[in-house]
Antibody, heavy 115, light 107 residues
Framework: EVQLSESGGGLVQPGGSLRLSCAASGFNFTIYVMTWVRQVPGKGLEWVSA????????YYAVSVKGRFTISRDNSKNTLYLQMNSLRVEDTAIYYC????????WGQGTLVTVSS | DIQMTQSPSSLSASVGDRVTITCRAS??????LGWYQQKPGTAPKRLIY???SLESGVPSRFSGSGSGTEFTLTISSLQPEDFATYYCQHHNIYPRTFGGGTKVEIK
């Protein structure tokens, strides 16, 4: 069974940093593109970032480019999202998603950016 | 970037109704489209991939069609557990944007 478990969310002040992690199990992590998607509570879904299976290619939404960095450790079956220069509008639930076609989703971790 | 426009943004329907949701892409995406269902407080779940392929375990009352720029999700006979918000997402180039969502409510 595919399992994706996000962690690292919490309350941070504007301008601060946070690192999200996603522990993956139940599938061959090393052969899949992995993705982050976020959702402001009560609002729609926003694609954030994706990384190729061997980390040689990364993609970002315009809204986070230059501030967020996606990475992965295939030896640990773990996906990361380093978030710097956080803004109030980055407040959202962040989902870890398997594949470029978003076939399995984690339960999400809430990031709140507030002073 | 490819923009995805869903309509309607919300609808009210009764159990047993046939429901159709439309998703339009700002440029052609072939059949590279997925549909997702999200219930309150839970993560989205993929229903359809490749525009018309049903995810394993998803009831056959759900179906997807379309290609190019216009796509539809149809629920042939709405069931109580289908009341949720539905999203489309293109799986073509990056960024892989989502539609704005369609909330299906009880009439």
């Amino acid at each position: 069974e595919v399992q994706l478990s996000e962690s690292g969310g919490g309350l941070v002040q504007p301008g601060g940093s946070l690192r999200l992690s996603c522990a993956a199990s139940g599938f061959n992590f090393t052969i899949y593109v992995m993705t982050w998607v976020r959702q402001v509570p009560g609002k729609g879904l926003e694609w954030v970032s994706a990384i190729s299976k061997n980390s040689d290619t990364t993609y970002y939404a315009v809204s986070v480019k230059g501030r967020f960095t996606i990475s992965r450790d295939n030896s640990k079956n773990t996906l990361y999202l380093q978030m710097n220069s956080l803004r109030v509008e980055d407040t959202a639930i962040y989902y870890c998603v398997k594949g470029g076609w978003a076939d399995n989703w984690g339960q999400g971790t809430l990031v709140t950016v507030s002073s | 970037d490819i923009q995805m426009t869903q309509s309607p943004s919300s609808l009210s329907a009764s159990v047993g109704d046939r429901v159709t949701i439309t998703c339009r892409a700002s440029q052609g995406i072939g059949n590279n489209l997925g549909w997702y269902q999200q219930k309150p407080g839970t993560a989205p779940k993929r229903l359809i991939y490749g525009a018309s392929s049903l995810e394993s375990g998803v009831p056959s009352r759900f179906s997807g069609s379309g290609s190019g720029t216009e796509f539809t999700l149809t629920i042939s006979s709405l069931q109580p557990e289908d009341f949720a918000t539905y999203y489309c997402q293109h799986h073509n180039i990056y960024p892989r944007t989502f539609g704005g969502g369609t909330k299906v409510e009880i009439k």
